[in-house]
């Protein structure tokens, strides 16, 4: 696999999906030769979307880069009321409207797609997959939960990791 393969880990928060994002890099990284980065949504200050409000915004279009640079993603976030996390939907929201054309951060790439939520996040990881398959990524069949119920299982992370890394 070239050496120049970015894959963008995103984490919703600097909370218990950070770490499970922390702990995929560390899979990733032991396993591949691809270019990492970890990225926490708490750290970018991004207003909230307001239709008709001025799409310039320098955060956004940081963000935007960080995305349209990636060939995969790795996405850890909670559920929330039954879906995506404000913070995540909100990102999403304005690298779409950061970009040339509004799927370009996503189109094309790969996605794994992993939550630390109090359930078992089942609403989050359908949803989730619904919104990047719309934005044209191609999502992972398998995906990495953890909760209250149910421990990080390093084994089967590894498997799912290489399976994404497989196909990069």
Not at 18 to 43: G, M, P, Q, W
Not at 90 to 95: L, Q, S, V
Not at 98 to 118: Q, V
């Amino acid at each position: 696999m070239p050496p120049d393969k970015n894959l963008l880990l995103v984490s919703s928060s600097g909370g218990k999906n950070y770490d499970l994002a922390s702990n995929l890099k560390d899979i990733v990284d032991s396993r591949s030769n691809l270019i990492t980065k970890l990225i926490n949504l708490e750290l970018y200050d991004l207003p909230l979307y307001i239709p008709d409000l001025n799409s310039d915004n320098n955060i956004a279009k940081e963000l935007s880069n960080e995305f349209e640079n990636a060939n995969a993603f790795i996405f850890c976030a909670p559920e929330y009321n039954g879906g995506s996390p404000p913070i995540l939907t909100n990102a999403i929201t304005w690298i779409s409207l950061s970009t040339d054309n509004w799927r370009d951060g996503f189109n094309g790439k790969l996605a794994l797609i992993g939550t630390n939520s109090g359930g078992d996040g089942v609403s989050f990881l359908r949803s989730f997959r619904s919104q990047l398959e719309y934005m044209g990524t191609v999502v992972m069949p398998k995906t990495i939960s953890v909760n209250k119920n149910k421990e990080f299982n390093k084994e089967s992370a590894e498997r799912t990791i290489q399976s994404l890394i497989d196909l990069l």
